[in-house]
Nanobody
Protein backbone atom coordinates (compact mmCIF):
# COMPACT_ATOMS: atom_id res chain seq x y z
CA UNK A 1 0.00 0.00 0.00
CA UNK A 2 1.38 3.37 -1.03
CA UNK A 3 1.66 5.79 1.88
CA UNK A 4 2.90 9.38 2.05
CA UNK A 5 3.07 10.88 5.54
CA UNK A 6 3.97 14.53 5.98
CA UNK A 7 5.39 16.10 9.12
CA UNK A 8 7.08 19.29 10.25
CA UNK A 9 4.28 21.81 9.89
CA UNK A 10 3.50 24.36 12.57
CA UNK A 11 3.07 28.00 13.36
CA UNK A 12 5.88 30.50 12.79
CA UNK A 13 6.23 34.25 12.59
CA UNK A 14 6.79 36.17 9.40
CA UNK A 15 10.39 35.62 8.27
CA UNK A 16 10.73 32.33 10.07
CA UNK A 17 11.67 28.89 8.78
CA UNK A 18 10.21 25.41 8.77
CA UNK A 19 11.33 22.09 7.34
CA UNK A 20 8.69 19.72 6.06
CA UNK A 21 9.31 16.02 5.54
CA UNK A 22 7.36 13.31 3.78
CA UNK A 23 7.96 9.66 4.58
CA UNK A 24 7.16 7.41 1.62
CA UNK A 25 6.43 3.69 1.75
CA UNK A 26 4.81 0.95 -0.29
CA UNK A 27 6.54 1.74 -3.57
CA UNK A 28 10.00 2.13 -5.09
CA UNK A 29 10.58 5.74 -4.07
CA UNK A 30 13.46 6.48 -6.46
CA UNK A 31 11.33 5.49 -9.45
CA UNK A 32 9.10 8.55 -9.12
CA UNK A 33 9.40 12.31 -9.42
CA UNK A 34 7.79 13.95 -6.38
CA UNK A 35 6.10 17.25 -5.60
CA UNK A 36 4.89 19.52 -2.86
CA UNK A 37 1.47 21.09 -3.40
CA UNK A 38 -0.27 23.51 -1.03
CA UNK A 39 -3.81 24.67 -0.51
CA UNK A 40 -4.62 27.90 1.28
CA UNK A 41 -8.01 28.44 2.93
CA UNK A 42 -10.67 29.18 0.32
CA UNK A 43 -8.30 28.59 -2.61
CA UNK A 44 -7.52 25.77 -4.99
CA UNK A 45 -4.39 23.61 -4.86
CA UNK A 46 -1.17 25.36 -5.84
CA UNK A 47 1.92 23.56 -7.08
CA UNK A 48 4.96 24.53 -4.99
CA UNK A 49 7.92 22.45 -6.10
CA UNK A 50 9.01 19.20 -7.74
CA UNK A 51 12.14 17.08 -7.81
CA UNK A 52 13.27 14.38 -10.22
CA UNK A 53 13.98 10.78 -9.27
CA UNK A 54 17.65 11.45 -8.55
CA UNK A 55 17.21 14.75 -6.73
CA UNK A 56 19.41 16.50 -9.25
CA UNK A 57 16.72 18.54 -10.99
CA UNK A 58 14.44 20.77 -8.96
CA UNK A 59 11.62 23.08 -9.97
CA UNK A 60 9.84 25.86 -8.10
CA UNK A 61 6.82 28.09 -8.38
CA UNK A 62 7.81 31.74 -8.81
CA UNK A 63 6.14 32.54 -5.49
CA UNK A 64 8.63 30.41 -3.53
CA UNK A 65 11.75 30.52 -5.71
CA UNK A 66 14.79 31.57 -3.70
CA UNK A 67 13.06 30.87 -0.37
CA UNK A 68 12.16 27.17 -0.52
CA UNK A 69 14.42 24.20 -1.25
CA UNK A 70 13.15 20.75 -2.17
CA UNK A 71 15.31 17.69 -1.64
CA UNK A 72 15.00 13.95 -1.36
CA UNK A 73 16.88 11.18 0.39
CA UNK A 74 16.34 8.03 -1.65
CA UNK A 75 18.16 5.89 0.92
CA UNK A 76 15.58 6.94 3.54
CA UNK A 77 12.57 7.24 1.20
CA UNK A 78 12.06 10.80 2.33
CA UNK A 79 11.06 14.01 0.56
CA UNK A 80 11.87 17.35 2.21
CA UNK A 81 10.97 21.00 1.82
CA UNK A 82 13.08 23.62 3.57
CA UNK A 83 11.09 26.82 3.81
CA UNK A 84 12.86 30.06 4.71
CA UNK A 85 11.74 33.69 4.85
CA UNK A 86 8.17 32.57 5.32
CA UNK A 87 5.38 35.03 4.58
CA UNK A 88 1.74 35.10 5.60
CA UNK A 89 0.88 34.16 2.00
CA UNK A 90 2.61 30.82 2.59
CA UNK A 91 -0.07 29.81 5.11
CA UNK A 92 -1.61 26.62 3.73
CA UNK A 93 -2.00 22.89 4.07
CA UNK A 94 1.07 21.36 2.43
CA UNK A 95 0.80 18.03 0.65
CA UNK A 96 3.42 15.62 -0.55
CA UNK A 97 2.34 14.03 -3.83
CA UNK A 98 3.66 11.40 -6.22
CA UNK A 99 3.73 12.19 -9.93
CA UNK A 100 2.48 9.62 -12.45
CA UNK A 101 5.23 10.48 -14.91
CA UNK A 102 8.43 12.42 -15.39
CA UNK A 103 8.02 16.09 -14.54
CA UNK A 104 7.77 18.30 -17.59
CA UNK A 105 8.24 15.36 -19.95
CA UNK A 106 5.25 13.17 -19.16
CA UNK A 107 3.45 15.86 -17.18
CA UNK A 108 2.61 19.50 -17.70
CA UNK A 109 4.83 22.20 -16.23
CA UNK A 110 3.55 22.60 -13.58
CA UNK A 111 1.64 19.35 -13.29
CA UNK A 112 -2.16 19.37 -13.30
CA UNK A 113 -4.05 17.59 -10.55
CA UNK A 114 -4.74 14.36 -12.41
CA UNK A 115 -1.02 13.94 -13.05
CA UNK A 116 -0.58 13.03 -9.39
CA UNK A 117 -1.59 9.54 -8.31
CA UNK A 118 -0.98 9.54 -4.56
CA UNK A 119 -1.22 12.26 -1.90
CA UNK A 120 -0.37 12.49 1.76
CA UNK A 121 -2.81 13.77 4.36
CA UNK A 122 -1.14 17.19 4.52
CA UNK A 123 0.63 19.20 7.20
CA UNK A 124 -0.52 22.66 8.22
CA UNK A 125 1.81 25.66 7.95
CA UNK A 126 0.64 28.90 9.52
CA UNK A 127 2.68 32.09 9.23
CA UNK A 128 1.66 34.95 11.48
CA UNK A 129 2.54 38.54 10.68
Amino acid sequence: EVQLVESGGGMVQDGGSLRLSCAASGFIFNNYDMSWVRQAPGKGPEWVSSVDIHGGSTYYADSVKGRFTISRDNAKNTLNLQMNSLESEDTALYYCARLRGRFGIQTHFPPVLNEYDYWGQGTQVTVSS
